[in-house]
């Protein structure tokens, strides 16, 4: 680290300058038995609970409705009948209420741990027992930001309880842990602040000290000169039509709620094992249809891609291993149904396959039971290779960016440090999306993207200049990607994508296609 520079992954492509407020988590306390009697020790918990449940509402009241939406859900969580069963079984051990519910927080978070959508769910958790052990012991703990700004708020890491209380006056964050694909990450995205996560050295900026962050150059320097930088500069003026049709990533009924708020035409992925990962019997074909009749109509218009289970190390699915081809005939059935149904046609595609002899048995078997648009995930090396062999097999191919890259570099996704290596502006990750679009284009298949690729609204330009024809991606990302991609022509986003081809880093080809971005 040379001095007064840290550098992170970029998150965004603006910069701003702002004095640190540093939010340091309190440590839970030391394990400690109890000499109150179980009943006693259960009304405290009972009424701290209640204390941080009220906590919460109280604030939902003065921010804004999204984050009012998440402060909410926190609510519903810590008022869970299941995390007070467990630490009330903690208390009949002789535990204290503060030893009691951090256990009971610590064995949930065990069973969620590794699977990339629950993490911010682990840090909620994290959260809101540090917020009943404050209440229980008299020292409350909230987030306190001063009002005025302008804030950089560095950190560990940001609770999506955080981050929705920020106010205008957060212009900027840093964090040590996180990668692109973070919470922290997706919130600052959206909130249109530059962000840089994964800085090894970020705790050891103090609090209160000027420093520029810039998210395209993955920097900051220390400066104590207020430097204004032109916010206008990130907001693009929308020109024309968009490029290409901007779809939502969707994993259950409250995210195709969520989506149909926003401007996305139709959903470009929707992730079934999410709804069933807890289980370990498989899901019966009319219990799969009536779910999927819920999410399909309470999607936003448009296309629809169900994608069957995705069963990995991070989200394994017990029951698919029992017997694999019973599961997805049933699957394929109940979308079938659902479609029948709600009277919308879908599609369906398969994650993870890698040959093509994969590719012609699921495609067989989705077209007949019904459904006449197919396609596969591109997310194995091996299959990116092999785009060519599927003329005339599928109707469409959907680069997993976050999966193909893990498999390009052999890159951990959850793992922090292997962060650089999954950013998708890795040069090699570019190229290989280009080669795969332009063989598809002349097997005449539909090439989209629905890794977190797509949610960085640059990328997605440089996305749309590479050929690629539909974009998906969480519903928090939809606007800006929207945004973006109507404020330039497709001979511009062509000349951002061949400038982004030519950095031989990430740094290099976020830069060139900033530079190469019509004024
Ligand atoms: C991907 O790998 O890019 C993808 C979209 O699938 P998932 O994130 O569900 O593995
Ligand atoms: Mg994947």
Redesign the pocket.
Known sequence: MELGIFEGIGVGNNSAWGKTVVIARPKFPASTKSALDPAEETKRLREAIAVVSLQLEATAYSVDDQSAEILRALQLMVQDSALLAEAEREILSGWTSETSIQKAMEIFTESLSGI?TFEDRISDLEDLALRVVGVLSNTPWTLELPAVGPIVVVAEDLSPSETALFTDAVVAVITSGGGPTSHTAIICRQKNIPALVAVKDALQIGNGVGIIVDAAYGMATLSDVSVEFDAKQTIRIPKGSLLVPVRG?IGNVQDAKALAKTQASGVG?M?TEFMFLSRNTAPTISEQTELYVEILEAAPLGEFIF?TF?S?SDKPLVFLEINPSEVLENQLQAISNSQKTVGRNVSVMA?MLSSLSEVRDFEKQARASGITNVGV?V?TVALAGAISELEGVVDFV???????S?DLFQADRANPNLASLTDPWQPDLLQMIQRIVSQATLAGIAAGV???AAADPLLAIVLAGLGVQSLSMAAPAVGQAIEYLSSVTMDEAKAVASSALQGKNVLEAKQLALAALPN
Not at 398 to 404: A, E
Request: charge should be negative; charged fraction near 35%; proline fraction near 10%.
């Open positions: 990339p990533n992925l992730r994608r995705d990995a994650p995930m997310e959907s680069i997993g960016t976050n999966d193909l893990r629905c890794g977190e």
